[in-house]
């Protein structure tokens, strides 16, 4: 059984920074493809970047790109979501995610088989 565990969430102001973590346990997930969800409240839950096995083929929201940086270390069994330049708009509840397969096909939630459950981001204007 996998399980997914997020810390790192937490209050920020605008223009700040996080760096939000997924330890995964239960088994290695080294061959898993994985990546980051975030709900926010009344809106659907979306892909905000995502990760391939390999570590080198990486997915970026267009809200998110060019301030927030996927990384994984298959050697711990973690991944890391590096926030920076934080927005009121990135506020929302951050999932860690991962597959079955070791790729994306079309970074929806449908694809997911494993999740987190959940940290809270809070960016302050």
């Known amino acids: 059984q996998v399980q997914l565990v997020e810390s790192g969430g ?4 605008a223009g700040g920074s996080l760096r939000l973590s997924c330890a995964a346990s239960g088994r290695t997930l080294s061959r898993n493809a994985m990546g980051w969800f975030r709900q926010a409240p009344g809106k659907e839950r979306e892909i905000v970047a995502s990760i391939a096995w390999t570590g080198t083929i990486i997915y970026y929201s267009d809200s998110v790109k060019g301030r927030f940086t996927i990384s994984r ?11 920076n330049s934080l927005k009121p708009e990135d506020t929302a509840v951050y999932y860690c995610a991962a597959r079955k397969s070791g790729y994306w096909t079309n970074h929806r939630a449908s694809e997911v088989d ?3 459950k959940g940290t809270l981001v809070t960016v302050s204007s």
Request: proline share 0%; charged share 10%.
């Open 10 to 13: 937490g209050l920020v102001q």
């Open 73 to 83: 270390d298959n050697a711990k069994n973690t991944m890391h979501l590096q926030m």
């Open 114 to 116: 494993y999740w987190g």
